[in-house]
């Protein structure tokens, strides 16, 4: 008998060890809500950020791969994701005294706009399933 699970578990180990990691899995089992969410800050940074650097760019990326794990409506959802960023993202900020007049904030303003109950309430109007369900669950192996 212990040969026999020392063996299973020798094979199931080896199969295990021959698996990679799924990159994607934090996504595939955040609520759909907190995908959107993530999605647009990733959006509002690269919207803020030097469009011609590689970390705008970087962003944009993340946020259009955040987008496939997720039932979102393309059709309306990202004209009004942008609407909403665009409310955020423009408004200056006064820091420590020391900090120069010219930093906008604009990280701030992605952070503010990540935690706003407008965020909240709209990423449950860009889903077509519900909010509350993850891609694992409607999408079992």
């Given at each position: ?6 063996g ?10 021959g ?21 647009t ?12 650097s ?67 309430k ?20």
């Amino acid at each position: 008998m212990r040969i026999a699970c020392l063996g299973l578990l020798l094979v199931c180990s080896s199969v295990l060890a021959g698996q990679k990691e799924d990159p994607m899995a934090f996504i595939k089992n955040m609520p759909y809500t907190q995908v959107v969410k993530d999605m647009t800050l990733a959006r509002c940074i690269a919207q803020v950020a030097d469009p011609k650097s590689p970390y705008s760019l970087d962003a944009a990326r993340s946020a259009n791969a955040m987008r496939e794990w997720m039932p979102f409506d393309i059709e309306n959802g990202d004209a009004k994701i942008n609407a909403l960023i665009n409310q955020f993202k423009g408004t200056t900020h006064q820091f420590h005294t020391e900090s120069p007049q010219k930093v906008k904030g604009l990280t701030l303003n992605c952070l503010r706009l990540y935690h706003s109950p407008e965020l909240d309430k709209l990423a449950k109007e860009v889903l077509l399933k519900n909010p509350q369900h993850t891609w694992q669950q409607d999408n079992p192996n």
